[in-house]
């Protein structure tokens, strides 16, 4: 029954029974149960739209890093990923080291020397995809200094048109 039906019916009942001051209390109990029902269903779905929007930023990230020859940081990745959708997401190996560590990082990788159109092309995107991980990061309230410095620093070059 949907929330109008249901205020509906109490107004019917009050009017058949005659106890408006019921009624009206028995509104109020509605309107509360309905706005917490909202907020709890927004709150669940904003978590799984940013927890879907993370997994096909990782599962991307993923594919460029393998399709490169970077084995160690694809497979880095392909497990966190894996992890995303499942009840216990990995959120420490992903704001970890591994990821936006120092030499041999995810983050740190350049997929390619950059000769081809497809070569820049993907290079871009790689830097567009830990841009918009560092952003899920911080939403999901992860970030750390180092996921928000890299993304900065990625958001500038691409400003400049540097890749």
Not at 92 to 112: C, F, H, K, M, Q
Not at 124 to 129: A, D, E, I
Not at 130 to 138: P, V
Request: charged share 25%; no cysteine.
């Amino acid at each position: 029954m949907s929330f109008r039906g249901a205020v509906a019916l109490v107004v019917v009942v009050a009017v058949f029974f005659e106890r408006w001051p019921l009624a009206f209390l028995a509104v109020l109990i509605l309107a509360l149960v309905y706005s917490v029902y909202r907020i709890v269903k927004d709150r669940k779905t904003t978590a799984v739209n940013m927890n879907e929007a993370l997994d096909k930023d990782l599962h991307h990230l993923a594919e460029l890093l393998h399709k490169y020859g970077h084995q160690g940081q694809a497979d880095v990745v392909d497990q966190i990923q894996r992890t995303v959708e499942t009840p216990i997401p990995d959120y420490d190996r992903l704001a970890g080291i591994e990821v936006w560590g120092g030499s041999g990082a995810v983050w740190e990788v350049r997929l390619t020397p950059r000769t081809s159109s497809e070569q820049k092309g993907d290079e871009k995107s790689f830097l567009q995809t830990i841009i918009r991980i560092a952003s899920a990061m911080d939403r999901l309230k992860i970030g750390t200094e180092r996921s928000r410095s890299t993304a900065k620093i990625f958001q500038e070059w691409l400003d400049k048109g540097n890749i």
